[in-house]
């Protein structure tokens, strides 16, 4: 293999780019500079061991001391010191030698401090070598640098900085930043800025030549002064900013102009803009490190953003998700934005972090600790797969299947109290670790998915049909964000013409406190309102004086001021305070609006919107008075009055046939993929049927054969559970049916509009309302023999049943009938599930008609059905691709479709009405209908961004209605509402500064010591009407407001951050239960809970009360804007930390405490509350007053004055069991008896009690016969038996109110009589008529006509002579049509049916003789054998001799035996067939004949001989144009003798002279002249390759072959165990413990393959050789058998042919037999060679790896250097994958591009086939390397590269050339097609050269196409250059571009043309070699060349186009060659450092 032929091996030290030790590179064949190095290089690298362990103190030994630094240093430093801990240890030998000289030298010696003369010997080092001697003298190197300098040595400044720039140039990161920082750490650069202040003023000679190394060398100085700042601005810009900032940005200046102006001194120009580039760069980190400081103590982020918001991506990235912190502002709430887009940027970053912040938070945690079990914002699920796709009536997404640990944790978790998988939230999915992600929602959660381990999601970013279902596990991260409003919100912000939309800006974005009219109103417009006594009064709108005074509209006058302000100003603002009436009044507004407000009354002109559907409905619902022209957009309205104003309801009255056409597509594909998953479902968890299965797989139907005539249902089920083995039932299954029961249903009708976890789902679909059916799919319905999920249930019903049974203590008999059912249908159930198992399992039979179906073992029957369902999964897996397309298509047209129909509706339409989510999504449809009038009620809960985005261009008025005191927007990131106001809403914004707004003033709710709590406390102007003033008191207590304090401690919730106070809830529940005794109804009192803990709790234990069971319990948050008659309010919070919550919030206080009307009791901690907020003092101080506040509550009975009963906790609620007291009721009834209740208080008239004593009344005349009821039950007949005598006369006990005669009595006594028709004796009942009876006797004529007898009892009046009695036992008879005539035992001839069935026909396999010949053959029974032709072989003899070869029923001739004959006219003999006769034409042998020409003919004989086809070779010479004598074939020789001439072309063909070229491998071309095309394309090397591969064996490959991976055994091995992989690839190391190593001084405790513990034992053996003598050997290791004394002639010598002498220590090879001195073989193993490689016997060049010894040596250049490049050449299995998936894709992309080409070139097709055929072999060799597929990759940049020049030609339309040009491509066509294993270097450098010629030749038919040319050919200048120019370019000799192009240009200037002729493309010759960046270099002429492997120069050779030196050795270029940069755009050559750190891709 040459060293230019392909990538060369590369390694990276450990560490990433920084390594953690100055280690040395090995790689194949030499050291190399980079990571890697090619063949037979020398140099530095990054790998391979070159510390030492025992090295001193500082960077390259132990760790050095952190010097005093700040702490962000202080951890950069620890970070390095830790990582330098971990790097390997360990030098070469040559620097172990003198390492060891250096510490002999030193023993007992202490370090010389370093002074100038050290340093400046120091600065002059290797730049590694400055680090080791720095390091050795840590201490004395910081105590120059801190000590004061002298001014006679002030070139210590220029010493260091020049130190600086050497160690800058390694490698070594962490020794270079370590050194910088420590050097910062110091005073040095105080020193400096003090030497630099002087320098100007420097004067003296004397001072000047102490400082000589500035003053001789200033552009230096300065040179490395930048550089020291480069490097600490790149290292650490902190450091850099703080140590250094005043001495670059001031010092450094202010010397500069200093030397300038004292010392004449100016910098270069180009010195001069570096410096003023690093003081820029320092102002930059200054400004970073200003803002991170800024971030870091929460401050607000200032300045402009560096990328507009429009560019931000509205979905979640791997980058932004990971990056710490987004740029953010606040929210502007004082004062005005600066512009529109800023006010968008700062609304969308907001937003975006608002939906992002969470999760990104919780992602940091997650990544920082993945085994934590709870994260923040986030649940993390993993091992989870994308399932199948997923289709509802509203989203389209994907089922995703969870893990089974999941599953198991979900046992625990209440799914109605969870915040688990909510509708809408955000999930995403990662599967590289947090890289990327796919972003989605959760679409649904239903139980019925979730205990499938199923979850169907949207996956927002990603496409329908890319491949999410391929078995790939993810990590999915869900948050509680819900992300849809968010998306359809960011979406809106982002439009670019949002801005010029933007209704209302001068108010939003400019903050103008004064709104005008609204533009629709004119001084003219006239409004009519009706006044309180219903008369119309006229008044003009803007004219204050002509309005009605408020008593006229009865309103108050906050209410008349506000109603003014909203009908007048375009933007108006209104606070309404709890119970201020903000609805009434926004209804009125709107009412006057709608009837009076210059609109159109067919068009939309009001938008409502609200924040909750409650306060949505209850909004539209009183506008229905007004107008029914209303639509309600969304889903979930709980207002039966909406419901015909839904748009689902009023789209469906459009007659639009598109629209339901589009619907009712959707529909179908809906139901077609929930038909083909069924389909999946019944494949992986059932049996198909038979039916089902047979339709994939004929073999199916020998089932049905075999098993026809059988009663069997689905034979196919049968067959699969054919006699399965019943088990005993499991006694935990009795258990699991316990735990299973269904629980009762809870009665939750109370909070059905309350959960609180619900999301406004929009549902703008219809498409399950109509009952309009979807076409059914286009193939059969899915039918199953067998479900596992079905028969699970049916046990589970089937054991209810059985328990049911035991209960009920049912007979033995039945238990045991059901137990066996039970038994039988569990045993199938657990044969299904062990059969699962064997799913993948290849069954090894095939059913034959043959074949006994029953002795099929079990396993290969299942094995066999997964086979068949197989074929059918994999069908229904194509047609739910197909249907996801046309699904997906459906989806698209529908939503256009509906969205058309919705557009057309609500034009129409006056009133609108959505909530905010509605609005986000449905922005477009607003923009459409354009409301000029925009009502959003609740404005104060809403965030900014979500109302901004609902206005369109044509809003011309817009009033808010709200309360910012109340509720304010929930943000859910925190910090977004701690620091940058994100919970400000727009209403809150314009309040706050100041924007004309009205509060409404007077409450209408609440009695006045309730509003006391909230006026003056929250509003100090909130008034009473009187209404309140009149409330009755609340019914059993005494105080109608009342806070119950209590110390009962909190509890948190496991599955969320919620709490519960489960005592105070008790307290609560107690309480509501006793206030509803008091006669109060369900609505009138509401329970509200502060945490949706508490709320679970009291909802799961209101069933434990009487009253509670339709009272509403919610939460807080949700119950803003309503009221209630009573409120029970829990406040949840008391705990050790003293934490109240948002309790201590102002708005939530304010809400909690303006709920209810008559009746207030608040439960909590007041003392806790006090302690924590401000507000809380105040109202308990309030409360203090009133007397309304206590740890015990007073209950009043109001039936018992003055029965009082004191409530302390939940056990005093027995004292008022019924709501009163504990005294009797005495309440007199109306049956005269007293209540007997205790007294209560409810039902007072006691309609509905009733008296539980004994009834007392006379129902009957017989003494002791009383009424058995109570007295509240109605009396009856009296029912007590008594015996009376029957009119029959017999007697009998009736009921004592019935008669004897009583016709319902009936006598029972058993009476005997004589049946009139039979004649037998029976027994009846007295009352029974003797013709009922029937007799039991057996029928008398028994035996029927079947020979059976007869199994009825006497029937002699139902059919007594059986015509029409279905005999049902078995049939006696054989089967119909059976031949067997067998009598007594018929065996399988027997008929199976039922005897009243007819006979099936006999099916059994019988053997029957023909009659017209001797063949038999087997048939069914009842067949006719003679039916059908026999179709065996004919066995008659033929009258040649020969047997017939035709079927038995064919007639026999024609013999078709091939035989021998003779052919007349020239007797050879031929093959022929026996009936036919030969001819010469037939005959193909050689023909004999000699023909006129004197040489024998060369055709075949059946062909006439030609002399123009001989081909002898001539014995005449003839002069070839190459310079050889060429001798030409017979017919070509002759042709020249009679022409007189041979064409070049025919001569150059026919050279045979061997090429004898030297190829670039090193090998002489074995090719002849005419082969190697005269030069131009070599023929593949066909020496022997024998270039040493790096295991130590030699390559015998043929050099025309790519090297293989070493395919000998591996010989590495160790006392436990040898390698088991072959010598190519990379050996596995030994994990045994221990290792062997040990002898009497020590033991290794380590594993095998790991370095030793211990050194290797240099001590004398012990032992005695078998002659008795001493062991030469060392102790542990093998003896050597070597003995002076006893075999002197075989003692070993060493390698100069002397004897070792008696005191040198031998020691045996264990890889060969060879013996050496240890300190030889000791100095061998531990060189360093030139090349990587196992070190070799030096007698025999066996490699030595099985030395024990060298153990560790050997192992470590396995690990290090050998295994990495064995798996660079071999690949690992990803990289091959990988590689193999690209050349696919390649060669597809390849054929897709030259379609062309393909057409036009019949040659470049065959070429591309052969790829494929490449490709394809590649795909199936598991041990192909990836040298191979990387030279495939050539092969198709070859190609590529043919194929495009040929198109460039074919698309100029040129006229020329068109021959040659074809004639080009068949020829490096047929090249590369017989080169398809390898291309090597010599054939691609002739490749490339004929594709220069390419290009050359298209430019010639460029010009000799133009019409210049055409019209001046015949120029003699023009001619002499054209001909010149074909000479060049279309010569058959090797092509030279220069002259080439000479030629051209030539030619070009005679036709006067230009631009056409020029060098090759460089781009394409690059895309050709196929190189990575930095592998070209140029000639000293300039001629291009590319060098493979690592890219540095190895080996010297000659350029192939002016034959000067190119290449070179040791990655040193010989003298001048240079790198060719330009070729590929890079900018170092491939094997440096530079290139290595990826400088090569860091491109401006």
């Known amino acids: 293999m040459s060293d230019f032929g392909g990538p060369g091996p ?224 790149n290292v650490s810009p902190a450091t850099a900013v703080h140590k250094c900032g005043a001495l670059i940005e001031a010092t450094s200046k202010s010397c500069l102009e200093g030397l300038k102006e004292k010392q004449g001194f100016e910098l270069p120009e180009e010195y001069t803009a570096r410096m003023t580039k690093i003081r820029e760069s320092l102002k930059v980190c200054d400004q970073v490190q200003i803002q991170n400081q800024r971030r870091l103590e929460g401050i607000d982020e200032v300045g402009e953003p560096l990328e507009s918001f429009r560019e931000l991506s509205v979905l979640p990235s791997g980058s932004e998700l990971l990056e710490r912190r987004p740029f953010l502002r606040p929210n502007v709430v004082e004062g005005a934005y600066a512009d529109v887009e800023h006010y968008l940027d700062v609304q969308f970053r907001l937003l975006r972090e608002d939906c992002f912040g969470p999760l990104r938070e919780g992602i940091h945690q997650f990544i920082e600790e993945p085994k934590k079990r709870k994260y923040d914002h986030i649940r993390v699920y993993k091992n989870v797969k994308f399932l199948e796709p997923y289709a509802s009536k509203q989203k389209i997404g994907s089922i995703v299947l969870l893990d089974e640990s999941t599953m198991k944790m979900f046992k625990r978790v209440n799914w109605a109290h969870s915040k688990r998988f909510l509708f809408g939230s955000l999930v995403v999915f990662t599967k590289d670790n947090c890289k990327s992600f796919l972003v989605g929602t959760i679409l649904e959660r239903d ?51 949002f801005p010029e939309h933007l209704a209302m800006s001068k108010y939003i974005v400019d903050v103008e406190k004064v709104p005008e009219k609204p533009a629709y109103l004119t001084p003219g417009t006239i409004y009519q309102i009706q006044n309180k006594d219903a008369e119309d009064v006229n008044f003009i709108v803007l004219e204050d004086h002509s309005w009605p005074l408020q008593t006229e509209l009865s309103l108050n006058n906050t209410q008349y001021e506000a109603y003014k302000l909203a009908l007048t100003h375009e933007f108006a603002v209104i ?129 049905e054969n075999f098993y026809r005539g059988r009663n069997i249902k689905d034979v196919l089920k049968h067959w699969l559970f054919e006699n399965v083995e019943d088990f005993q039932i499991d006694p935990t299954l009795l258990e699991q049916v316990e735990n299973d029961q269904p629980d009762e249903p809870e009665n939750n009708n109370a909070e059905v509009d309350d959960d609180i976890f619900a999301r406004d789902e929009i549902d703008f679909d219809d498409l399950d309302d109509d009952g309009s059916l979807a076409e059914k799919p286009g193939y059969d319905s899915v039918t199953t023999s067998f479900s596992l999920s079905d028969k699970e249930e049916e046990i589970k019903s089937l054991l209810r049943r059985f328990q049911d049974l035991q209960n009920r203590g049912s007979s033995r008999y039945e238990l045991k009938e059901l137990e066996n059912e039970i038994c039988h249908v569990y045993s199938e159930v657990k044969l299904f599930k062990d059969m699962l198992e064997h799913r993948s399992r290849a069954p090894r039979i095939r059913l034959t008609n043959a074949l006994d179906l029953t002795t099929v073992p079990r396993v290969e029957r299942w094995s066999l059905y997964f086979k068949w369902a197989n074929v059918a999964m994999e069908d229904v897996k194509k047609k739910i691709k197909q249907i996801e397309e046309r699904l997906r298509s459906a989806a698209v047209a529908y939503e256009e479709a509906r969205m058309m129909v919705d557009l057309s509706v609500l034009k129409r339409t006056r009133v609108v009405g959505m909530t905010t989510s509605g609005a986000a999504r449905l922005r477009k449809l607003l923009a459409e209908i354009a409301p000029p009038i925009v009502v959003v009620e609740e404005a104060a809960e809403v965030l900014e961004s979500h109302i901004v985005t609902s206005l369109t261009k044509s809003c011309q008025h817009l009033i808010l209605i709200g309360d910012h005191q109340q509720l304010r927007p929930s943000a859910a990131y925190l910090r977004l509402a701690r620091h940058y106001e994100l919970e400000v809403s727009l209403f809150e914004r314009m309040i706050r500064n100041g924007v004309h707004s009205r509060r409404l003033g007077v409450q209408h709710r609440m009695r006045p010591e309730i509003a006391a709590l909230v006026a003056p406390t929250i509003y100090p102007d909130l008034q009473n009407h009187l209404s309140v003033e009149d409330f009755p008191p609340v019914r059993g207590v005494t105080h109608n407001l009342f806070f119950f304090s209590h110390d009962y401690r909190e509890q948190c919730e496991d599955d969320s951050s919620s709490r519960t106070n489960t005592q105070e809830a008790d307290l609560v529940l107690r309480l509501a239960n006793y206030l509803m005794q008091q006669g109060y109804k369900p609505e009138e009192v509401t329970i509200l809970a502060a945490y949706s803990g508490q709320l679970f709790y009291m909802r799961k234990q209101r069933s434990l009360y009487d009253h509670l069971s339709n009272v509403k319990i919610t939460v807080l948050d949700n119950y803003q804007g309503e009221e209630s008659k009573i409120i029970l309010l829990s406040l949840v919070r008391n705990n050790d930390n003293d934490s109240i919550g948002f309790l201590g919030t102002e708005n939530r206080i304010c809400v909690a405490l303006s709920r209810a009307r008559e ?69 007199n009834l109306p049956c005269g008896h007293a209540c007997p209740r205790v007294c209560h208080a409810y039902d007072l008239v006691h309609a509905k009690i009733q008296c539980t004593k004994d009834c007392e009344r006379k129902i009957c005349q017989i003494e002791g016969h009383k009424c058995p009821f109570k007295c509240a039950k109605e009396c009856q007949p009296c029912k007590r038996l008594v015996e009376k005598s029957l009119p029959c006369g017999h007697n009998k006990a009736v009921p004592c109110f019935k008669e004897p005669g009583d016709p319902s009595i009936q006598c029972t006594a058993p009476v005997d009589v004589t049946l009139p028709d039979c004649g037998h004796q029976a027994t009846k009942e007295c009352y029974m008529k003797t013709s009922d009876v029937k007799c039991k006797d057996k029928c008398p004529n028994s035996r029927l006509k079947c020979g059976h007898a007869c199994r009825r009892t006497c029937h002699v009046n139902d059919d007594p002579d059986h015509l029409r009695y279905t005999c049902l036992k078995p ?121 006129t020409c004197g040489h024998a003919c060369q055709a075949q004989c059946g062909e006439p001989c030609d002399m123009s086809k001989c081909t002898e070779i001539t014995p005449r010479s003839f002069a070839s144009p190459c310079g050889h004598n060429v001798q030409l074939p017979c017919n070509v020789s002759r042709q020249a003798t009679q022409t007189g001439s041979v064409s070049v072309e025919t001569l150059l063909s026919a050279c045979t002279a061997p090429c004898g070229a030297l190829l670039r491998c090193g090998h002489v071309c074995g090719g002849s002249c005419a082969g190697c095309r005269q030069g131009r394309l070599h023929q593949p090397c066909a020496a022997r390759c024998h270039q040493l591969n790096i295991c130590g064996h030699r390559c015998e490959e043929p050099c025309n072959q790519v090297c293989p991976p070493c395919r000998r055994k591996c010989e590495v091995k160790c006392p436990h165990s040898p390698c088991s992989n ?125 030395t024990y010894r060298y153990k560790d040596l050997i192992n470590k250049l396995l690990k290090n250097d050998i295994n990495p490049i064995k798996a660079k050449v071999y690949g690992t299995d990803s990289q091959r994958r990988t590689k193999k998936l690209e050349m696919v894709n390649k060669v597809s992309q390849l054929a897709d591009a030259h379609r062309r080409t393909i057409l036009a070139s019949k040659e470049w097709s065959n070429a591309l086939h052969v790829v494929i055929k490449i490709i394809k072999r590649a795909q199936n060799d598991r041990k192909i390397s990836l040298l191979q597929l990387e030279m495939n990759d050539i092969y198709m ?190 900018r170092f050559a491939a094997w440096s450092q530079e290139a290595n750190n990826m400088a090569n891709f860091n491109f401006d």
């Open 10 to 233: 590369s390694r990276q030290g450990r560490g990433g780019n920084g390594n953690r030790r100055p280690w040395r590179q090995k790689s194949h064949g030499g050291r190399g500079r980079g990571a890697g190095a090619g063949c037979g290089g020398r140099g530095r690298g990054t790998s391979a061991a070159r510390g030492n362990v025992n090295a001193g103190p500082g960077i390259l030994g132990e760790r050095p001391a952190l010097i005093s630094a700040t702490p962000e240093q202080q951890n950069i430093l620890q970070e390095i010191v830790n990582n330098n801990t971990d790097g390997s240890h360990g030098h070469s030998n040559r620097n172990n030698a003198r390492s060891n000289q250096k510490n002999d030298k030193g023993r007992g010696k202490r370090d010389r401090p370093m002074g100038f003369k050290m340093l400046e010997e120091i600065s002059k080092s290797d730049s590694v070598d400055i680090i080791e001697k720095i390091n050795q003298q840590k201490a004395f190197f910081t105590l120059l640098l801190d000590t004061p300098v002298d001014k006679k040595k002030s070139d210590i400044f220029f010493l260091v900085l020049e130190l600086i720039t050497n160690v800058w140039k390694t490698s070594f990161e962490e020794s270079k930043k370590l050194l910088l920082l420590d050097l910062c750490n110091t005073k040095f650069i105080d020193h400096l800025q003090l030497y630099l202040m002087h320098l100007p003023y420097t004067v003296s000679r004397e001072d000047k030549y102490f400082n000589k190394y500035y003053w001789t060398r200033e552009k230096e100085f300065w040179s490395h002064f930048m550089n020291f700042c480069e490097c600490l601005i």
């Open 447 to 497: 139980e019925k998915f979730l205990n499938k381990r199923q979850l169907p999601v949207n996956i927002v970013n990603c496409a329908m049909g890319s491949n999410l279902y391929n078995d790939d596990p993810y990590i999915m991260i869900e948050c509680e964000v819900y992300f849809e409003p968010y998306y359809h919100v960011l979406k809106a912000l982002q439009e670019p013409s």
């Open 575 to 703: 606070q309404g305070p709890p119970g201020t009436g903000k609805t009434y009044l926004g209804v009125k507004v709107a009412e006057t609006l709608l009837k009076y407000a210059p609109f159109p009354k067919i068009r939309c002109c009001m938008l409502v919107i609200c924040y909750t559907n409650h306060a949505l409905d209850q909004f539209l619902e009183a506008l229905l008075p007004i107008t029914k022209s209303l639509a309600r957009i969304g889903g979930r309205s709980r207002n039966e009055a909406l419901n015909q104003f839904n748009i689902n309801n009023l789209r469906r009255k459009v007659n639009s046939s598109y629209y339901h056409e589009r619907r009712i597509e959707l529909k179908t594909q809906i139901s077609a993929l929930d038909h083909a998953q069924a389909r999946v479902d019944a494949l992986n968890s059932g049996v198909l049927s038979y039916k089902s299965i047979v339709a994939y797989n004929e073999e199916c139907k020998i089932l």
């Open 1159 to 1227: 009746g207030f009791f608040i439960f909590g901690n007041i003392d806790l509350l006090k302690r924590k907020s401000e507000l809380w003092k105040k109202i308990a101080a309030t409360l203090e007053k009133n007397g309304s506040l206590g740890t015990s509550l007073k209950l009043k009975c109001d039936n018992h004055n003055g029965q009082i009963t004191t409530i302390t906790s939940v056990s005093d609620f027995v004292k008022v069991p019924e709501g009163g007291c504990l005294l009797d009721c005495k309440y």
């Open 1371 to 1491: 049939c006696p008879k054989a089967k119909k049509g059976c031949t067997a005539n067998l009598e007594g035992d018929l065996g399988e001839h027997k008929c199976l049916r039922s005897c009243f069935e007819e006979c099936i026909e006999c099916n059994v396999q019988v053997i029957k003789k023909r009659s017209g010949c001797t063949h038999s053959k087997r048939v069914a029974c009842h067949e006719d054998v003679n039916a059908k032709p026999c179709r065996e072989k004919c066995a008659r003899s033929l009258p040649c001799g020969h047997h017939c070869k035709k079927l038995c029923f064919e007639k026999c001739g024609d013999c078709k035996q091939k035989t021998k004959k003779p052919v007349p006219g020239c007797n050879h003999e031929i093959v022929i067939e026996c009936g036919s006769e030969p001819t010469r034409d037939l005959c193909r042998l050689k023909c004999e004949r000699i023909m």
């Open 1622 to 1746: 072959l010598c190519g690839a990379p050996c596995t190391m030994c994990s045994e413990t221990p290792c062997d190593r040990s002898c009497v001084h020590s033991v290794c405790v380590r594993a095998c393959g790991a370095p030793c513990s211990r050194a290797p034992c240099s001590e004398p053996c012990p032992l005695a050789l078998p002659c008795g003598h001493p062991c030469r050997g060392l102790c542990g290791e093998p003896c050597p058998p070597a003995c002076r004394l006893c075999d002197p002639e075989g003692f070993p010598t060493d390698l100069l042919g002397d004897p070792y002498d008696d005191d040198e220590k031998l020691i045996q090879l264990q890889d060969c037999p060879h013996i050496f001195d240890v300190d030889t073989l000791d100095n061998l193993m531990n060189s360093e060679g030139d090349t990587v490689q196992l070190k070799a016997c030096p007698w025999c060049r066996q490699p030595i790896v099985n």
């Open 1837 to 2026: 940049n070859f190609l590529d590269t043919v194929g495009q020049y040929y198109m460039k030609y074919k698309a100029a339309h040129l006229s020329e050339l068109d021959v040659e040009m074809k004639t080009q491509v068949k020829l490096l066509c047929n090249v590369l097609t017989t080169n398809s294993h390898k291309i090597s270097e010599q054939q691609q450098l002739d490749l490339d050269n004929e594709l220069k010629r390419m290009n050359s030749m298209i430019q010639l038919a460029k010009i000799l196409s133009h019409e210049s040319y055409k019209s001046s050919k015949t120029n003699e200048i023009v001619m002499q250059a054209s001909a010149a120019a074909n000479d060049a370019v279309l010569s058959w000799r090797v092509f030279e571009e220069g002259k080439g192009v000479e030629c051209l240009e030539k030619l070009e200037n005679a036709v006067k043309l230009s631009g056409i002729a020029s060098k090759e493309e460089r781009a394409m010759i690059v895309k050709v070699i196929g190189l990575k960046a930095g592998h070209w270099y140029k000639c000293p002429n300039g001629h291009f060349y590319c060098i493979a492997d690592c890219g540095g120069a190895m080996v010297l050779s000659k350029c192939p186009d002016c034959g000067a030196a190119i290449g070179g050795q040791g990655h040193r270029l010989t003298a001048g060659n240079q790198h060719a940069g330009e070729m590929d755009g890079s």
